[in-house]
């Protein structure tokens, strides 16, 4: 009888626990880390948050892909803040935090769904207070669908998306050009339309082998606001380390590579200034940005709670400084308003130290890299030998080399003109959010001229494109009619980094050097011509209207 009671009472508790127990469950929580979610179980998964939490969430879509699939946005709030304004009205201003951008890097994706469940059902609605947490969990959606054991090489899961968009874009190298449909709708309804402080971009690293599961970087383009830049390596950034270690247990790095694989001393190098990188782009837009890598070599469970453990530190962080940084990037905008015109700016650079650091790594090991391996490993990347972990650990003391002295720079003026044949580029930069003005009466002023001489490119197409690497000009000053229909660019605006970073032709990633202008600046029968973009020397006193 009292063998059938504890059975009973036994009974009774399970089946109360499965009654009772509805909490949401992630695609990897639910296999054991075996497998990552597809398009439609994020959906389904946001989704049921939402239909338990309505007043504190809202599913929105930023924008369409090329297969069909609308990318979604979450938008978190105890406050019942959905819109723009309401954020500024109320002064909970908005970080965005962003994953899956290469589809084959997907702990960001789940650790996203795993923080909207933190913060709306395990009582960490104080990371609400204040501010407004937006959440795009699968930005390419299109390479997401298309899992195959032959995308990634990572510790888990087997199956992964791919790199590419549905249009075979690297959504992370478009954000100068911007030629996907994922980035135009992020920089249209979310970065021009929302302006959050903060971006947070979370990918997967395989570079150098160490043991720490998180790296980061902020923003490092050089052009940018360096006060912005210092503020995250000298305060932000050391306190988020030291909130994930002390309160998540797991351990940091910032982001790179050894400079010498097998001599881990020679340094720990950063090199992705430039704007085609999204947390690089963002930060010429005078707001902060984060970049999360998380190691692919550590297990899928590892990288999961890592890339959770770090979001989570980072919104404390803000949550707990949000007033501080508002003041620096609205300081940034005033300054990008009064300093950048008639400014010098920098275009050409040198790497330099940042700081020493403790990395833990391993002894290494060197072999020679076989024929029949050379697809796995190019001789390019890798050279003639492959550097091997060993099984005996080791810390090293190193230097990271993330920042950048500038040795070449160019004088800027009062702002530019385009010709009227350059709608389509006035068009891309009022994407971007910057202001254009369309010039209304012909008239004669004084400006800078550039003759193209020469144009050096890459031999291979790059993202679709022939990059010019070097272009060499004669620059002329002289008196110029400029038609009406013209188009007026001023410096004194908050964007004036980002207006300078696309139209100087000596920027090694801007306009240029993507080609917009390849079919004015080559002639068809006889060699090179003017670069359809005049520097003027003062701002011109004919009415204008905005583009």
């Not at 939402?50 to 979450?74: Q, V």
């Not at 979370?202 to 902020?218: C, D, I, K």
Request: proline share 5%; aromatic share 12%.
């Amino acid at each position: 009888m009292k063998r059938t009671l504890i059975l009973y009472f036994l009974f009774i508790f399970v089946f109360s626990f499965e009654l009772f127990s509805d909490e949401l469950l992630t695609v990897p929580e639910k296999t054991n880390y075996q497998r990552t979610s597809t398009y439609q179980e994020v959906m389904d998964f946001v989704k049921a948050l939402k239909e338990r939490h309505p007043e504190k969430m809202k599913i929105e879509f930023i924008g369409i892909t090329t297969e069909g699939r609308k990318i979604p946005m979450i938008i978190l709030s105890k406050h019942g803040i959905f819109k723009p304004l309401e954020s500024r009205l109320l002064n909970k201003p908005p970080v965005l935090i962003m994953a899956n951008i290469h589809a084959g890097e997907v702990e960001g994706k789940e650790s996203t769904l795993m923080l909207i469940r933190e913060i709306l059902e395990n009582n960490r609605e104080d990371l609400l207070e204040k501010q407004t947490v937006l959440i795009i969990p699968i930005f390419n959606c299109d390479g997401n669908e298309k899992m195959s054991p032959k995308n990634r090489r990572d510790n888990g899961p087997e199956l992964a998306g791919e790199r590419k968009n549905g249009q075979g874009y690297d959504l992370n190298r478009d954000y100068v050009k911007v030629e996907s449909f994922e980035v135009r709708a992020l920089i249209t309804n979310v970065f021009n339309f929302w302006d959050p402080v903060l971006f947070v971009d979370m990918h997967t690293t395989n570079g150098s082998l160490h043991q720490e599961p998180v790296t980061y970087a902020p923003n490092i383009a050089p052009e940018g606001d360096q006060i912005l830049t210092d503020y995250m390596w000298e305060k932000a950034l050391p306190e988020i380390d030291k909130t994930l270690l002390k309160k998540y247990k797991v351990e940091s790095i910032p982001y790179g590579n050894f400079i010498k694989r097998d001599d881990p001393v020679k340094g720990w190098r950063n090199r992705a200034i430039e704007a085609r990188f999204g947390t690089s782009y963002y930060g010429l837009r005078n707001r902060f940005s984060i970049l999360d890598e998380n190691y692919s070599r550590a297990d899928f469970r590892t990288r999961i709670k890592g890339a959770f453990s770090f979001i989570r530190a980072i919104l404390e962080y803000t949550n707990k400084h949000m007033d501080e940084m508002c003041n620096l990037i609205r300081e940034a905008d005033l300054r990008a308003i009064k300093e950048v015109k008639n400014s010098e700016f920098p275009i050409r650079f040198k790497l330099t130290k940042t700081y020493d650091f403790l990395i833990k790594s391993y002894i290494f090991k060197k072999r020679k890299i076989l024929e029949s391996e050379r697809e796995r490993y190019p001789k390019n990347w890798y050279g003639d030998y492959l550097v091997e972990k060993t099984d005996k650990k080791k810390n090293y003391c190193t230097t990271l080399y993330a920042s950048f002295k500038p040795y070449k720079k160019v004088k800027l003026t009062e702002g530019y003109i385009m010709l009227p044949s350059e709608r389509q580029v006035a068009m891309h930069l009022k994407l971007h959010g910057i202001n254009v003005q369309v010039i209304g009466k012909s008239f004669k002023g004084k400006v800078k001229l550039y003759k193209v001489i020469k144009i050096e490119s890459l031999k291979s197409p790059y993202q679709g494109h022939f990059l010019h690497t070097n272009i060499d000009y004669e620059e002329v000053e002289k008196e110029v009619d400029v038609p009406k229909g013209s188009f007026f660019i001023t410096l004194t605006q908050p964007l004036s980094r980002l207006v300078a970073y696309l139209l100087e032709p000596q920027s090694r990633d801007g306009y240029v050097a993507w080609n917009f202008f390849d079919r004015i600046m080559v002639n068809q029968w006889r060699g090179y011509s003017i670069y359809p973009v005049y520097k003027v020397l003062k701002t011109p006193k004919v009415q204008m209207h905005n583009f």
